[in-house]
């Protein structure tokens, strides 16, 4: 009688025995259009391509906004939430599944400091 040989597979990505993926890690994976217009690298190209705050859109979407007022766009996407009352902190307006600020608007709701 013969014996039935196994066979294990290749170490590679879920197949370790230890179950955490081991193997040899792949490529890096390329970076999101949001992620990149998350840094700050990115807000500061924007103050370098409209120096003063006249020279700015007058309607942006979220990120323009951001980097107009140098914050993170999570916090202006939690400025869009609206409230209890049905109100946003930040006024704005949906086009395409996306947002829409008035830079009027972000002068009212915040002041841009060092500018």
């Known amino acids: 009688m013969v014996a ?3 066979v294990t597979p290749p170490p590679g990505p879920g197949n370790s025995k230890s179950g955490k993926g081991g193997g040899v890690p792949g490529p890096p994976k390329p970076k999101t259009a949001a992620q990149i217009k998350a840094t700050k690298e990115w807000q500061a190209g924007l103050w370098q391509k409209w120096p ?6 007058v309607k942006m979407d979220v990120y323009e906004a951001a980097a107009y007022m140098w914050v993170s766009p999570d ?5 869009l939430v609206q409230g ?4 946003a902190a930040l006024q704005h307006q949906r086009v395409r599944g996306g947002y829409r600020i008035k830079r009027a608007d972000l002068d009212v709701h915040g002041l841009v400091k060092g500018r």
């Open 84 to 87: 209890r009352d049905g109100k």
């Open 4 to 6: 039935a040989a196994t």
């Open 75 to 79: 916090s202006i996407y939690s400025d």
């Open 52 to 57: 003063e705050e006249n020279l700015w859109p």
